[in-house]
């Protein structure tokens, strides 16, 4: 019996009886980040680290939810769980698992460049790395953070000389408030969409600053959004809600948009490679600074990856989960039950659209 | 090159047409003579014929960025275009090139008789003098896979703006036998003496009939005829020859000797349009046999005895030597009634369709399958020959289609717009207790519909072969097809026209998908 164990409701700590980001209903859940294909709903006890719990309390409606500071250890039935910055979204953690020596990262998803917003990547030595693969292939090279938000910048004041607003999509958790918190908020006023509100609200709360927002009321007047910065999800892109903007420039903020087929079936006046996962160069970093005997891909390119860090003399193995990584790419906004499908397909069972993982 | 590799940049961000006739005219206003030619020849497909093998291109970019053969591979499949995998993969430059877009096809094109070693040390030179953008351009260039995403009308229209001239005069410059290699800028679009004596026009489009026929008022207004299935063509008689144009614009006067003759009865000045089409006894023979003929490059005594092709006329745009596109349809109709009298095997009219009231025009249509024919085209007596696909004046009225339901068994990643999205599909009917693959199709499903299957492709896959994955044999589709012929190439033995999917069958579960009998019973 491993420490850990890939199971069918999901990554299993036996010696605990705990999961970890479960897909399945289960007694007891230790949570990576507040994304609803990790954090789900129907768990009996949920544990995450203090600064993920506010989202995580809110989406899921829950009453209580225990928490831990990074790096502070739990202890289950002799177990040590402890979580670490992965520098994903505000909250977002690796989980540490240990027991006698035996030591295994799970990194739920992350990225290791700064994004002024979350906690940054803290690394974490381990012997056995469990890592998600969402862009796990070469073609997967991001510019750096400030490169990205000069084009934005630049693009909204141009939309703005011509008299058009700017819209730009975003999933409404993380790449929102990444987005809101790195733009030059001097060039004009921001409009958010209510489900990026609701989030900026539980976030404000819990003491993370962040630049002034409108929302749009009934009472709103085209003239209130001259010149405006709008952020809001996919889900709302071509619904009437955003035809108030017009006229109006469209900017998708994903890492899918690094690729041309991409960003030209989305329809968008701009695309912008902005993603809060490890690019290809990033996730080969991370899997050799831990410095982990043996890798567990999971969602993305992970027969890839695997392929790769075999042939490069790392043992590796493809974990099937039911996270998102590979099922959502390019997904819009809603997320559909396909007919005819087992009972094995995630389908997100709360009420928050399911607009948040990365999957444009 | 910069300010090339700026027009794409420019183009690609923008969706909205005003957006592209000004990237495109201010692009104009920047460059030379030559740089402006040689961009209006690749965005109308006349592109430098390629000079080096596309697989050394890959081999020398993986070789390059110190990836394995399978990875480039992978990435490909993902990214769905050779030319950006190159340029995504190879390792970043600081460099930018000043020399022009002219430079950079002269560059590509004395590749040709250089030995392999020579072209790589030539290619890689390039990658490395290119930046991001300027490298992926290039790419597109040397793997002859260009496209911009800019219509002819859309050029013709910042042409237009750029020179002053008028835009039918400039989409009819536009057309035919130029090269940037031997013409110039002035020549092709400056000089009222056109030298060029077998340039067609551009050929006027119908859009497909939206919606019910009576909505286009007073069946008095319109003419109908059968919408052949052949090949649209123009023939041009001047100077005492004879050229044939296909609506690709491409010459193809060799492929149709049997219209030589025609130079006895047709006057010099004159150009026709019409549909090339399989006739033999006075009947006309289905598309498949004019296929047999299509793609060979010698044609022989028995090809042409069997399947021997009449040009079947439906208009006229010069006539005399004058451009009479302008004249009423009424009007052209009576000058090709006039040419098309006398009794010619090879000549032929295409005949009007009598009708007093849409119904008997929709009985007409009806009957069309049996004529080997689409359906019914629709033209206002009163309108004149436009460029271009146009609405109002000449519709297509098309049959239904045939139709099959069919159960999906392999998925494969589309290309372009459409890559890593499982987009290409396989699908089977019944044969017993078998499932038999017999078609491909890939459009027709919504955008989100794509991304529905696509989700469910990748969670149903059985095997992966490459790009290609095979699937649970659990959606059913319909398919629409125009025709079906017998085919060894096949082993269902047979093969479709026009396959695609129709909708999404989610009440129907696999086992009551169509029967291959079904299929069979329409040969």
């Given at each position: 019996?491993?420490?850990?164990?890939?199971?069918?409701?999901?990554?299993?700590?036996?010696?605990?009886?705990?999961?970890?980001?479960?897909?399945?209903?289960?007694?007891?859940?230790?949570?990576?980040?507040?994304?609803?294909?990790?954090?789900?709903?129907?768990?009996?006890?949920?544990?995450?680290?203090?600064?993920?719990?506010?989202?995580?309390?809110?989406?899921?409606?829950?009453?209580?939810?225990?928490?831990?500071?990074?790096?502070?250890?739990?202890?289950?039935?002799?177990?040590?769980?402890?979580?670490?910055?992965?520098?994903?979204?505000?909250?977002?953690?690796?989980?540490?698992?240990?027991?006698?020596?035996?030591?295994?990262?799970?990194?739920?998803?992350?990225?290791?460049?700064?994004?002024g917003?979350?906690?940054?990547?803290?690394?974490?030595?381990?012997?056995?790395?469990?890592?998600?693969?969402?862009?796990?292939?070469?073609?997967?090279?991001?510019k750096?953070q400030q490169e990205i938000f000069d084009e934005i910048n630049a693009w909204w004041r141009k939309n703005q000389s011509e008299g058009r607003v700017s819209v730009i999509a975003g999933?409404?958790?993380?790449k929102s408030q990444r987005l809101l918190k790195n733009v030059d908020v001097s060039i004009g006023k921001i409009i958010v969409h209510?489900?990026v509100d609701?989030?900026n609200?539980?976030?404000?709360?819990?003491?993370?600053?962040l630049p002034e927002t409108h929302r749009v009321t009934?009472d709103s007047r085209k003239q209130d959004f001259d010149g405006a910065l709008v952020i809001c999800p996919p889900?709302a892109v071509g619904s009437?809600w955003i035809r108030r903007f017009l006229p109006y420039s469209l900017g998708i903020a994903s890492?899918?948009m690094?690729?041309?087929?991409?960003r030209?079936?989305r329809g968008a006046d701009r695309g912008f490679p902005l993603?809060?996962?490890?690019?290809?160069?990033?996730?080969?970093?991370?899997?050799?600074?831990?410095?982990?005997?043996?890798?567990?891909?999971?969602?993305?390119?992970?027969?890839?990856?695997?392929?790769?860090?075999?042939?490069?003399?790392?043992?590796?193995?493809?974990?099937?989960?039911?996270?998102?990584?590979?099922?959502?790419?390019?997904?819009?906004?809603?997320?559909?039950?396909?007919?005819?499908?087992?009972?094995?397909?995630?389908?997100?069972?709360?009420?928050?659209?399911?607009?948040?993982?990365?999957?444009? | 090159?910069?300010?090339?590799?700026q027009?794409?940049t420019d183009l690609d961000r923008t969706t909205k047409t005003l957006g592209k006739i000004k990237a495109?005219t201010e692009?104009?206003?920047?460059?030379?003579?030559?740089?402006?030619?040689?961009?209006?020849?690749?965005?109308?497909?006349?592109?430098?014929?390629?000079?080096?093998?596309?697989?050394?291109?890959?081999?020398?970019?993986?070789?390059?960025?110190?990836?394995?053969?399978?990875?480039?591979?992978?990435?490909?499949?993902?990214?769905?275009?050779?030319?950006?995998?190159?340029?995504?993969?190879?390792?970043?430059?600081?460099?930018?090139?000043?020399?022009?877009?002219?430079?950079?096809?002269?560059?590509?094109?004395?590749?040709?008789?250089?030995?392999?070693?020579?072209?790589?040390?030539?290619?890689?030179?390039?990658?490395?003098?290119?930046?991001?953008?300027?490298?992926?351009?290039?790419?597109?260039?040397?793997?002859?896979?260009?496209?911009?995403?800019?219509?002819?009308?859309?050029?013709?229209?910042?042409?237009?703006?750029?020179?002053?001239?008028?835009?039918?005069?400039?989409?009819?410059?536009?057309?035919?036998?130029?090269?940037?290699?031997?013409?110039?800028?002035?020549?092709?679009?400056?000089?009222?003496?056109?030298?060029?004596?077998?340039?067609?026009?551009?050929?006027?489009?119908?859009?497909?009939?939206?919606?019910?026929?009576?909505?286009?008022?007073?069946?008095?207004?319109?003419?109908?005829?059968?919408?052949?299935?052949?090949?649209?063509?123009?023939?041009?008689?001047?100077?005492?020859?004879?050229?044939?144009?296909?609506?690709?614009?491409?010459?193809?006067?060799?492929?149709?000797?049997?219209?030589?003759?025609?130079?006895?009865?047709?006057?010099?000045?004159?150009?026709?349009?019409?549909?090339?089409?399989?006739?033999?006894?006075?009947?006309?023979?289905?598309?498949?046999?004019?296929?047999?003929?299509?793609?060979?490059?010698?044609?022989?005594?028995?090809?042409?005895?069997?399947?021997?092709?009449?040009?079947?006329?439906?208009?006229?745009?010069?006539?005399?030597?004058?451009?009479?596109?302008?004249?009423?349809?009424?009007?052209?109709?009576?000058?090709?009634?006039?040419?098309?009298?006398?009794?010619?095997?090879?000549?032929?009219?295409?005949?009007?369709?009598?009708?007093?009231?849409?119904?008997?025009?929709?009985?007409?249509?009806?009957?069309?399958?049996?004529?080997?024919?689409?359906?019914?085209?629709?033209?206002?007596?009163?309108?004149?020959?436009?460029?271009?696909?146009?609405?109002?004046?000449?519709?297509?009225?098309?049959?239904?289609?045939?139709?099959?339901?069919?159960?999906?068994?392999?998925?494969?990643?589309?290309?372009?717009?459409?890559?890593?999205?499982?987009?290409?599909?396989?699908?089977?009917?019944?044969?017993?207790?078998?499932?038999?693959?017999?078609?491909?199709?890939?459009?027709?499903?919504?955008?989100?519909?794509?991304?529905?299957?696509?989700?469910?492709?990748?969670?149903?896959?059985?095997?992966?072969?490459?790009?290609?994955?095979?699937?649970?044999?659990?959606?059913?589709?319909?398919?629409?097809?125009?025709?079906?012929?017998?085919?060894?190439?096949?082993?269902?033995?047979?093969?479709?026209?026009?396959?695609?999917?129709?909708?999404?069958?989610?009440?129907?579960?696999?086992?009551?998908?169509?029967?291959?009998?079904?299929?069979?019973?329409?040969?």
């Open positions: 019996m491993g420490l850990l164990e890939f199971t069918e409701r999901g990554i299993y700590c036996p010696k605990a009886d705990v999961y970890l980001d479960p897909w399945k209903p289960v007694d007891r859940a230790v949570i990576s980040h507040g994304h609803s294909d990790h954090a789900r709903w129907g768990h009996k006890n949920y544990l995450c680290s203090a600064t993920a719990a506010p989202v995580i309390r809110h989406r899921l409606q829950l009453d209580t939810i225990e928490t831990a500071n990074y790096g502070e250890p739990v202890y289950i039935h002799g177990v040590q769980f402890s979580f670490h910055p992965a520098g994903h979204i505000p909250g977002s953690a690796q989980i540490r698992v240990e027991h006698k020596g035996e030591v295994w990262v799970f990194t739920g998803d992350y990225k290791l460049e700064p994004d917003l979350s906690e940054p990547f803290e690394l974490v030595r381990c012997q056995n790395f469990i890592t998600e693969s969402t862009f796990g292939l070469p073609v997967y090279h991001w750096p999933y409404t958790l993380g209510g489900a609701a989030v609200q539980v976030m404000r709360q819990q003491g993370i600053a009934k889900s009437p890492g899918w690094s690729l041309r087929g991409a030209r079936r993603s809060d996962h490890v690019d290809w160069k990033s996730l080969n970093i991370a899997v050799r600074e831990t410095g982990a005997e043996k890798v567990f891909v999971t969602h993305g390119y992970s027969e890839v990856f695997s392929q790769w860090l075999s042939e490069n003399g790392i043992e590796s193995h493809v974990v099937k989960t039911e996270y998102e990584g590979e099922l959502s790419e390019m997904v819009e906004g809603t997320a559909t039950t396909p007919a005819g499908t087992g009972e094995n397909i995630p389908v997100t069972t709360n009420d928050t659209p399911n607009d948040d993982t990365e999957q444009l | 090159m910069r300010n090339f590799a027009l794409f495109l692009y104009f206003q920047k460059v030379s003579d030559h740089d402006k030619l040689w961009s209006i020849a690749l965005l109308s497909h006349r592109r430098p014929r390629r000079t080096i093998n596309t697989t050394l291109l890959g081999t020398w970019a993986s070789e390059l960025s110190g990836l394995p053969a399978w990875l480039f591979t992978e990435s490909y499949h993902v990214v769905g275009d050779l030319a950006e995998t190159i340029t995504l993969l190879l390792p970043e430059t600081a460099e930018q090139s000043d020399e022009s877009l002219t430079y950079w096809i002269d560059f590509i094109r004395s590749l040709e008789p250089l030995t392999i070693e020579e072209k790589k040390g030539k290619v890689l030179w390039a990658w490395n003098r290119l930046d991001q953008t300027e490298r992926f351009v290039f790419n597109k260039l040397i793997t002859g896979g260009f496209r911009m995403g800019v219509s002819q009308q859309l050029m013709v229209k910042a042409l237009a703006k750029h020179t002053g001239t008028r835009e039918n005069i400039v989409a009819h410059r536009l057309m035919g036998n130029w090269s940037p290699e031997t013409d110039t800028f002035q020549q092709l679009m400056l000089e009222e003496d056109q030298k060029d004596i077998s340039k067609p026009y551009p050929f006027y489009l119908a859009y497909a009939l939206e919606g019910e026929v009576y909505t286009l008022g007073d069946p008095q207004e319109w003419f109908a005829e059968h919408k052949w299935d052949g090949i649209r063509g123009q023939i041009i008689v001047r100077d005492r020859q004879l050229f044939v144009w296909s609506r690709g614009e491409e010459l193809v006067t060799d492929k149709y000797p049997e219209f030589a003759t025609l130079l006895d009865i047709l006057p010099d000045g004159t150009v026709l349009d019409g549909e090339i089409l399989p006739f033999k006894d006075d009947q006309p023979l289905s598309f498949n046999h004019l296929q047999t003929r299509i793609g060979r490059k010698t044609l022989s005594a028995k090809v042409l005895k069997e399947v021997p092709v009449s040009f079947v006329t439906y208009d006229i745009l010069e006539w005399e030597g004058i451009d009479i596109r302008n004249w009423t349809m009424e009007a052209r109709r009576r000058k090709v009634e006039e040419i098309c009298s006398a009794e010619h095997p090879v000549l032929r009219l295409s005949a009007l369709v009598n009708f007093e009231t849409w119904e008997e025009l929709a009985q007409e249509r009806s009957r069309a399958r049996d004529l080997f024919s689409e359906g019914i085209m629709l033209k206002r007596k009163e309108s004149i020959y436009r460029n271009g696909r146009r609405r109002g004046d000449w519709w297509k009225w098309k049959i239904d289609p045939f139709t099959v339901d069919a159960v999906m068994i392999y998925a494969m990643h589309g290309a372009g717009r459409r890559a890593n999205l499982y987009t290409d599909y396989t699908f089977a009917a019944w044969d017993g207790e078998q499932l038999v693959p017999f078609t491909k199709a890939y459009s027709g499903l919504t955008d989100d519909e794509i991304r529905e299957v696509d989700r469910w492709i990748k969670q149903n896959t059985i095997e992966r072969f490459g790009p290609v994955r095979s699937v649970k044999p659990e959606l059913v589709f319909e398919i629409a097809f125009e025709g079906i012929a017998q085919s060894t190439r096949h082993k269902s033995g047979i093969a479709l026209r026009f396959p695609r999917i129709r909708r999404w069958r989610k009440d129907k579960p696999a086992s009551e998908a169509d029967r291959i009998e079904n299929l069979r019973k329409l040969l």
